[in-house]
Each structure stands twice: as C-alpha cells, then as structure tokens.
C-alpha cells in the first residue's frame, strides 16, 4: 500500500514500467520513518504481479502471494545481519550470483539492500562491479537515510528517489487512527519523531513518550540533587540504551533552541517547554553545545564495548556538572 504522501514518487515509477524505462540501480533516500522500505516493497509487488489493478498490485495472483509469505525466487532482500552494523562482501557476492540468475516468472530479478550505508569498503567495491555491467534481467534497490556515506562512483550509477516527511497535517491524520484518535498524543509523537509518521507509530508501539517521560522525571530528580548519577545509570541501563540516548540528545537539542530563541519555530518535545526551559536557566548555550557533542561521541563509545554503566555514569555526572554550575557566560 502506497502512502499517502508519496503519490508522486509513484507516479513517477509507474510511467517507467509503462514505457519500459527502469533504471537497473535506484537509491530510495530521505529521512528514517517515511516509508522507503514500504515503498520499495509496493513497487516490487506492482512489478511482479500479474494482474494489476489501477496501477496496484491485486494481492490474489501466485506473484503477489509469494511475496506476501517473503517467498518469491526473483526478491532477494539484503541487510546487516543482526547485531552487525556492516553488509560484508559475502553478502554482496551472494547478491552477484543472484542476479546473474534467470528470472524464474518476474520480469527481473529485484534485490532490496536495506540500509545501504553500512556497505563495508570491500562490499561498496564489489557492488561497483556489478552496477559497472549491470546483468539486463535485474534491477538493484538500494534504501539509505544517508547517502552521503555510500562511495560517490555507486551514487552516480543509481537513479536517486528522494522521499520527504508529509506536512504535519498529513501526518497527523494518517497517524490519529493508528493511535486511537488521540490528537494530543499524536501530535506529541509526530514531534518527537520529527514529522516522520511511521517513526511516531513506532514510538507508539514501544510506548515512547511514557518512556521519555519516566527518562525526564529521574533527570529532574537528578537536577534537584535527590537521585546520584550511578542510581540514575543503573536504573537507565535497564532500557533501551538508544531510546534513552535519543531521549537526551532531543531535550539538549530543545534547550539550545531555547536558547536561542524565546519561541523557537520547532520543538521535538513541546509538551516539555516549560520544564526544559526552567532546567537550562543555569546553564549557558556554550555548556550546552559541548554537552551534545559528549552525547554524539558516546554512541561510539557504546560500540567500542567499553563498559555501558561507566558511560551512562560519566555523561550523567558532566550533566550535573554543567547544570549545576553556570560554565560560560552565553545565554
């Protein structure tokens, strides 16, 4: 099912099918939560189905009921394998022979590379190969929220799709079904998760702004001296580390907003406004600045396996450092 606020991009893909001009690569690329990966896997039913219906996969053709049940001979689908943060050069290897295959009913051999700017150097050489003489049976999806990390010789060789996030209007009324009708909830997960809708049905599924909300209070406690950092990092390192990072890292981001504005245009947390704007009072925008840059660096303290509680102890203690003691004199 195509998404509302992608009508054009889909327009745009069907009149290649019509005139029988596919590129053989396309990268899929805008921001995380605005359905590429819904997207790429709509077309590739529209593609193989064999009996569309107004530009629509039927659903009801063997096709369509392969790719349902994720079993279809001409889909293969590539990503980090679990707990990796790379696609190796295996991966990439598997993808050549395949494409290098005969079509067994579908008009081409389709390969879906997920997060594509995780290809190791070894693996973006090998893709180059293959891309270079592509095989005239296949054709080759690659979906990333980052495309400047893929090599500019696989961006050149790709026909670009940019998808944006909806207008918040949009948003909202696709999202307030999913949410029960809950404006007031959807708005606030729809600005947590940047405008990105399926990023706020996530939140939602996972209970994201209950979570925030118990991140925030011992954050509070901890300000008001009634909780220490270790109790505060062994209580947190029993949730989800990137959760709780993301949580942090956008009430920083407000602050500096705050800062920097009386009545900033956006907030990622505005039903928090007037507590970020009391917890910031004592710190300057130049501590709160070098405070977000620790924030980005401890992501990559987090895969260096360096010991998690001594991270969460040390950004919680320089939090309580720059909150509780003015460390510049720009406001």
């Not at 659903?59 to 293969?76: E, S, T, V």
Request: aromatic residues 6%; glycine residues 2%.
């Amino acid at each position: 099912m195509i998404l509302p606020w992608q009508q054009d991009q889909w327009q745009n893909m069907m009149q290649r099918i019509a005139s029988n001009k596919m590129a053989h690569a396309v990268i899929y690329t805008g921001p995380e939560g605005v359905g590429k990966t819904n997207f790429a896997h709509a077309f590739v039913h529209r593609l193989f189905c064999k009996q569309p219906v107004n530009n629509q996969a039927c659903g009801c053709c063997d096709a369509c009921h392969l790719l349902k049940i994720n079993h279809h001979p001409d889909l293969k689908l590539i990503a980090p394998a679990e707990g990796k943060q790379i696609i190796n050069i295996d991966q990439i290897r598997e993808l050549i022979e395949y494409q290098n295959l005969t079509p067994h009913s579908a008009p081409k051999k389709v390969a879906i590379i997920e997060h594509a700017e995780m290809l190791n150097i070894n693996a973006s050489n090998s893709l180059l190969k293959t891309l270079e003489e592509p095989p005239a049976s296949s054709m080759l999806i690659l979906i990333t929220h980052y495309p400047d990390r893929l090599l500019p010789t696989i961006r050149s060789r790709c026909q670009r799709v940019e998808f944006t996030s909806p207008n918040f209007q949009q948003a909202l009324t696709w999202l307030m079904p999913q949410v029960n009708n809950d404006e007031s909830l959807a708005s606030s997960l729809l600005a947590l998760a940047n405008n990105a809708p399926l990023k706020a049905l996530t939140y939602a599924e996972n209970n994201m702004i209950d979570q925030r909300n118990n991140f925030f209070k011992s954050l509070q406690a901890l300000n008001q001296g009634k909780l220490n950092p270790v109790t505060v990092a062994a209580s947190w390192l029993k949730q989800d580390f990137d959760i709780m990072h993301y949580c942090m890292t956008s009430w920083i981001i407000d602050m500096i907003r705050l800062k920097a504005s009386s009545e900033p245009p956006m907030l990622a947390n505005p039903d928090l406004k007037q507590a970020l704007r009391k917890m910031s009072e004592s710190i300057g925008l130049r501590g709160l600045l070098n405070y977000y840059e620790t924030l980005n660096k401890t992501v990559e303290w987090k895969r260096s396996n360096i010991n998690a509680q001594m991270v969460l102890e040390d950004i919680l203690i320089q939090w309580v450092r720059i909150s509780r003691h003015r460390n510049d004199v720009i406001t």
